[in-house]
């Protein structure tokens, strides 16, 4: 953040405001961590805060301090409207495009408030009266992190906002693996930890809570796994009727398309899931080295994310998204091995 932003944001908090903090839709340990993270500062600080998830999000970040005081549009748009209307502030928190809102896009849209920005994608929409963006960062959490260091409240941290932080943090970076780990993200790290984050704890909670159900998916996306050694790539797929067979809930497949990354020689990996009541195949894609998803989820399945990791869509049948995936890869061979 420069220091003019910096003066604009003490300016709007100088005194108790209505604050709705809102993060993308589908949220995950990023998006919530952040959002509770801040959520847990401003009330502290003493102003009226808020967090309104478009939709629901994932059992296993359920047990976030502060998770109780979510409101999910979904489930109840009257009181989620009810506060966005009364919002002094409005803060995004891990995307930069209304569009990833889902239902609450055109509220935001028609909204006169002030906005605030925290988001580490690519490519953000002018909309915020303050915008911190940088896509070199590993989390929104990190930079929320820095956000607070620069109004000099690092020592406001309590153990939940610690909490809230880490997880972020660590989910987004693959428990601290992926190139978007940098020193200074250990630093932050360390001292969410001296303020209180459980951090083994913290790890149980997000990857050792699986079901049965969970683990008999993973073991049908595995053996749906298709490899094409020829464009180093691996891909999954998973139909309606398999979520169904067992019992999909929000958040199983989450990890999954990592998988494909762990194979020798293989530099790019994609899951394809099948979401029938949306009408979609919903994508994420993720690789290593210098081949970008997020270009190639822009271009061609209107997505978009991190140069590593990113999301897209298709409207098509699965048949039809596979077939469209593989007549691509053809262009990008090269890329592929290089």
Same mark, same amino acid.
């Given at each position: 953040?420069?220091?003019?932003?910096?003066?604009?944001? %003490?300016?709007?908090?100088?005194?108790?405001?209505?604050?709705?903090?809102?993060?993308?839709?589908? !949220?995950?340990?990023? +998006?919530?961590?952040?959002?509770?993270?801040?959520?847990?500062?401003?009330?502290?600080?003493?102003?009226?805060?808020?967090?309104?998830?478009?939709?629901?999000?994932? %059992?296993?970040?359920?047990?976030?301090?502060?998770?109780?005081?979510?409101?999910?549009?979904?489930?109840?748009? %009257?009181?989620?409207? /009810?506060?966005?209307? =009364?919002?002094?502030?409005?803060?995004?928190?891990?995307?930069?495009?209304?569009?990833?809102?889902?239902?609450?896009?055109?509220?935001?849209?028609?909204?006169?408030?002030?906005?605030?920005?925290?988001?580490?994608?690519?490519?953000?929409?002018?909309?915020?009266?303050?915008?911190?963006?940088?896509?070199?960062?590993?989390?929104?959490?990190?930079?929320?992190?820095?956000?607070?260091?620069?109004?000099?409240? +690092?020592?406001?941290?309590?153990?939940?906002?610690?909490?809230?932080?880490?997880?972020?943090?660590?989910?987004?970076?693959?428990?601290? %693996?992926?190139?978007?780990?940098?020193?200074?993200?250990?630093?932050?790290?360390?001292?969410?930890? $001296?303020?209180?984050?459980?951090?083994?704890?913290?790890?149980?909670?997000?990857? $050792?809570?699986?079901? !049965? $159900?969970?683990?008999?998916?993973?073991?049908?996306?595995?053996?749906?796994?298709?490899?094409?050694?020829?464009?180093?790539?691996?891909?999954?797929?998973?139909?309606?009727?398999?979520?169904?067979?067992?019992?999909?809930?929000?958040?199983?497949?989450?990890?999954?398309?990592?998988?494909?990354?762990?194979?020798?020689? *293989?530099?790019?990996?994609?899951?394809?899931?099948?979401?029938?009541?949306?009408? *979609?195949? =919903?994508?994420?894609? /993720?690789?290593?080295?210098?081949?970008?998803?997020?270009?190639?989820? /822009?271009?061609?399945?209107?997505?978009?994310?991190?140069?590593? +990791?990113?999301?897209? /869509?298709?409207?098509?049948?699965?048949?039809?998204?596979?077939?469209?995936?593989?007549?691509?890869?053809?262009?990008?061979?090269?890329?592929?091995?290089?």
């Amino acid at each position: 953040m420069n220091l003019e932003d910096v003066k604009v944001v %003490k300016t709007l908090l100088t005194e108790p405001k209505e604050i709705v903090i809102i993060p993308h839709k589908n !949220p995950d340990g990023d +998006a919530m961590g952040s959002c509770l993270g801040l959520y847990h500062f401003l009330v502290n600080s003493g102003h009226h805060a808020r967090v309104i998830a478009p939709n629901d999000y994932p %059992k296993f970040l359920k047990w976030l301090p502060g998770n109780e005081s979510v409101i999910i549009f979904e489930k109840d748009e %009257k009181k989620a409207v /009810r506060h966005l209307k =009364k919002a002094e502030i409005i803060f995004t928190l891990d995307f930069n495009h209304f569009d990833r809102t889902g239902q609450m896009k055109s509220h935001l849209e028609s909204a006169t408030t002030d906005f605030v920005m925290i988001d580490h994608h690519q490519e953000p929409q002018e909309y915020a009266r303050v915008t911190y963006s940088d896509t070199n960062m590993s989390s929104t959490c990190e930079m929320v992190f820095n956000f607070l260091e620069v109004l000099g409240a +690092a020592d406001q941290i309590s153990e939940d906002i610690a909490n809230c932080l880490y997880t972020g943090i660590m989910t987004d970076t693959g428990s601290f %693996k992926y190139a978007s780990t940098t020193s200074r993200t250990h630093q932050v790290v360390a001292k969410l930890i $001296d303020c209180g984050a459980q951090n083994t704890e913290i790890h149980r909670r997000i990857y $050792d809570n699986n079901s !049965p $159900d969970r683990l008999r998916l993973l073991g049908r996306a595995l053996k749906n796994m298709v490899i094409l050694e020829k464009f180093r790539t691996a891909y999954i797929t998973l139909e309606q009727h398999e979520l169904d067979e067992h019992n999909f809930k929000k958040g199983d497949t989450e990890g999954f398309v990592n998988y494909g990354l762990t194979l020798e020689g *293989i530099h790019f990996a994609a899951i394809f899931i099948e979401n029938r009541e949306e009408g *979609i195949i =919903k994508i994420s894609f /993720r690789s290593v080295g210098d081949f970008s998803v997020n270009e190639f989820a /822009r271009s061609h399945f209107n997505g978009g994310g991190h140069t590593n +990791a990113a999301g897209g /869509r298709s409207e098509d049948d699965m048949k039809g998204t596979i077939a469209y995936f593989e007549s691509l890869l053809k262009g990008y061979e090269l890329n592929l091995n290089a």
